[in-house]
């Protein structure tokens, strides 16, 4: 061997991205979901929708649009950044928070119905809780997830689940949507990385 050739690399012996949702699940699983917002609460009249950054942003859009179709009126969709309300700020890489934006309809007396792409520990469905404390006082609050992953650390769970999906703590979910990740929906399971 030339003794500048680089050292022979170790074969990747990680096992692949496993799909658990294609894009067509995904899409049906929004349908279905929207339906049942719709069916919960005998209409939409009264619904607000808050996604939780990143995607949850990009799943309530998409919802909204779907429940819009389907009563025929616009619902108002807003995003709720949850970054400051951490309860494990010190524990994580800092980020930058994203940005909050209310519909002009405000949340008190309406039923919120948070959105988020996955939901695990809970911690981050906690942080908005808090978040959505210092904005109003909603009639009721949801949360609507498109993928539950088991693992709570806290006494909460969702109202809407796209799917149930039972993991463990070595592996990580991983939600691409179009729209905010520029490739096909898709709902990937995979070892995390260490
Ligand atoms: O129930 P939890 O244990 O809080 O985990 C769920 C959260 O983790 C992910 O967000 P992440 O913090 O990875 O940021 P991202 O949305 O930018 O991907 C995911 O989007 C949820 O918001
Ligand atoms: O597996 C996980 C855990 C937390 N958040 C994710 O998006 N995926």
Redesign the pocket.
């Given at each position: 061997m030339c003794p500048d050739s680089p050292p022979p690399q170790a074969p990747d012996q990680s096992p692949p991205d496993r799909e658990v949702l294609s894009a067509g699940d995904i899409s049906r699983a929004l349908r279905r979901i929207a339906h049942e917002i719709v069916e919960r609460n005998k209409g939409a009249g009264n619904v607000v929708l808050l996604g939780i950054p990143s995607?949850g942003v990009e799943l309530a859009r998409r919802l909204g649009a779907l429940i819009a179709d389907i009563e025929g009126s616009e619902v108002p969709v807003g995003s709720l950044d949850v970054t400051m309300y951490r309860d494990d700020l010190r524990g994580r890489p800092t980020k930058t928070p994203h940005q909050t934006h209310f519909p002009s309809t405000g949340v008190d007396d309406r039923v919120v119905v948070l959105v988020d792409?996955?939901l695990?520990?809970g911690r981050?469905v906690r942080a908005a809780l808090d978040a959505l404390a210092d904005y109003g006082r909603p009639r009721a609050v949801r949360l609507a997830v498109l993928?539950d992953?088991g693992h709570r650390e806290l006494p909460i769970r969702a109202d809407h689940v796209g799917k149930n999906l039972p993991?463990s703590h070595a592996?990580?979910?991983?939600?691409r949507l179009t729209g905010y990740d520029d490739v096909d929906d898709s709902v990937t399971?995979a070892r995390?990385e260490r």
């Open positions: 995607r792409d996955v695990y520990s981050t993928v992953r993991t592996e990580r979910v991983t939600v399971i995390a």
